[in-house]
């Protein structure tokens, strides 16, 4: 199975920031990468797939690049609403793991 | 407007059973890949399993955990999937969500995009 690893598990910023997740992939998975969001109570939303193509609806400020076994969502400019948990999950092949998560909090 | 609503959780005793279901509207839902995904409280993201539409075949696929416990099905006349779980064990709390597996068109292969849309999740709890 490939295994995902985010780096941080967490990560406190203010609005405005611009903030770097990181997700490393235990074997090649090309550019079949996804990243979510979580906020508390919720269903996870879908932002990125393929690597980097913004999901219909997801703000600009959302950005997504990688390939092969290291990948990066990046947040241009922090909003309230982007505080959450994210998640990176690979779609090589079944199963269709995910990342442990990054807790995105408010400093 | 796509909807995914939950239901058939609750509390059961470790090596009962229960099944969950999805009910669908707002999409095709014969033509949909659908998926159950899993959340331990507090915890992260499992995935459970996949039904192709019957157009593609209709399979189904399970994570490690389940399989050979959990049945995924569908009934494309009612707009609903299904989650049968037996053999229930502890672990196996979480709140359960039904998702569409999305796809995308690129060089001349459909590739899959992600879980598109989420139910609101229905909570199992496995516990004497």
């Known amino acids: 199975d490939i295994q995902l690893t985010q780096s941080p598990s967490f990560l406190s910023a203010s609005v405005g920031d611009r903030v770097t997740i990181t997700c490393r992939a235990s074997?090649?998975?090309?550019?079949?990468l996804a990243w979510y969001h979580q906020k508390p109570g919720k269903a996870p939303k879908l932002l990125i797939y393929?690597?980097?193509t913004l999901q219909s609806g997801v703000p600009s400020r959302f950005s997504g690049s990688g390939s092969g076994t290291e990948f990066t969502l990046t947040i241009s400019s922090l909003q309230a609403e982007d505080f959450a948990t994210y998640y990176c999950q690979h779609l090589k092949s079944y199963p269709l793991t995910f990342g442990q998560g990054t807790r995105l909090e408010i400093k | 407007e796509v909807k995914l609503v939950e239901s058939g959780g609750g509390l059961v005793k470790p090596g009962g059973s229960l099944r969950l279901s999805c009910t669908a509207s707002?999409?095709?839902?014969?033509?949909?890949?659908m998926t159950w995904v899993r959340q331990t409280p507090g915890q992260g993201l499992e995935w459970v399993g996949r039904i192709k539409s019957k157009a593609d075949s209709g399979t189904t696929d399970y994570a490690a955990p389940v399989k050979g416990r959990f049945t995924i099905s569908r009934d494309d006349s009612r707009n609903r999937l299904y989650l049968q779980m037996s053999s229930l064990k502890t672990e196996d709390t979480a709140v359960y969500y039904c998702t569409t597996l999305g796809d995308y068109y690129d060089s001349a292969h459909y590739h899959l995009r992600g879980f598109d849309y989420w139910g609101r999740g229905t909570l199992v709890t496995v516990s004497s």
């Open positions: 707002g999409f095709s839902f014969s033509r949909a890949w």
């Open positions: 393929a690597a980097s």
């Open positions: 074997q090649d998975i090309s550019s079949y």
